[in-house]
């Protein structure tokens, strides 16, 4: 199993943070994201929450692409990561139902796939271990 982690851990992250780096689309066009990415109505008055939350998600996925790279930034990114993408992925299934909720399933499964990554990845090589 730890082959399989060394041979896919830095493509992984690369690849699904670039997923990730995608949500800052929404702090610089945010019409534009809600409405044609997000499948939502934009509205004017939340403006500065979908700008502050496409602009969070964005350094996330950045921060991803350095955890492929800076195995000494790994553990704390790891952590974060999981905590975000699990809320996000809790969120998109307790409203699946909703309307506003179908725009984020395609980006609810890639975070539900880094979740169970992350989790099989600290089942291998533990939180107090160095990785790789």
Do not use: C
Not at 1 to 25: D, H
Not at 26 to 49: D, L, M, N, Q
Not at 55 to 79: C, D, H, S, T, Y
């Amino acid at each position: 199993m730890q082959r399989f982690f060394e041979l896919t851990f830095k493509p992984f992250f690369v690849i699904t943070g670039l997923g990730t780096a995608l949500a800052s689309l929404y702090a610089f066009w945010p019409r534009w994201a809600a409405e044609t990415v997000g499948k939502i109505p934009f509205v004017t008055e939340y403006t500065i929450i979908t700008q502050h939350w496409g602009i969070m998600v964005g350094l996330m996925g950045v921060f991803m692409i350095v955890a492929a790279l800076k195995v000494e930034w790994r553990k704390p990114i790891l952590i974060y990561s999981l905590l975000e993408k699990g809320f996000m992925v809790y969120l998109v299934l307790a409203n699946g139902g909703q309307s506003y909720a179908q725009g984020f399933k395609v980006g609810a499964a890639m975070d539900a796939t880094v979740v169970v990554y992350t989790i099989i990845y600290f089942a291998v090589f533990g939180l107090s271990k160095s990785q790789q």
